[in-house]
């Protein structure tokens, strides 16, 4: 497939992106992140989430990933960004392209835990582990973590390394 940039991709794509969430708990100056374990995203750490189940709205589904994969319940989350990716490079029909919810929250009942899936760790925010993450991270995790809101798009090539992005808000 020839190059082409972002918005070009973006205005050019005619099936909706898929519906996911990501959920970051924050207390004091730290942010648990979990490291994936198995499947989409495996060896990076990120905040918890996923797609929805059938019938089940975005909020439902933040929620639900949270109980099962660190065990806990998420209470009075904040929706704090919205993230369109875009994998030119991988077929349409894997469904990577996507956008995503991203959902803080400071209360919750349970304590993280490990699963099959995730790995939870608290970090303080000056040390999150950038490198180990997905590009775009460094990017707008820090400005919801201040308190921003974030509206942006990104595009991955091959080797899933970011190659264009734009932030709309």
Known sequence: M????????????DTPL????????????EVLLAMKKRGFGVGKWNGVGGKPNPGEDIREAAIREAEEEIMITPINMQQV????????????ENG?????????TTDWTGEPQETEEMKPSWFKISEIPYGDM?????IWMPKVLAGETVKASFMFGENEKMEEHYISS
Do not use: C
């Open 2 to 13: 020839e190059h082409m940039n972002l918005k070009e991709y973006e205005a050019g794509l």
């Open 18 to 29: 898929r519906q996911a969430t990501i959920l970051l708990l924050m207390r004091g100056d």
């Open 81 to 92: 960004g919205e993230l369109n990716f875009y994998f030119p490079s991988a077929p349409l």
């Open 96 to 104: 990577w392209n996507q956008q995503v919810l991203v959902f803080l």
């Open 134 to 138: 997905w590009d775009d991270d460094v």
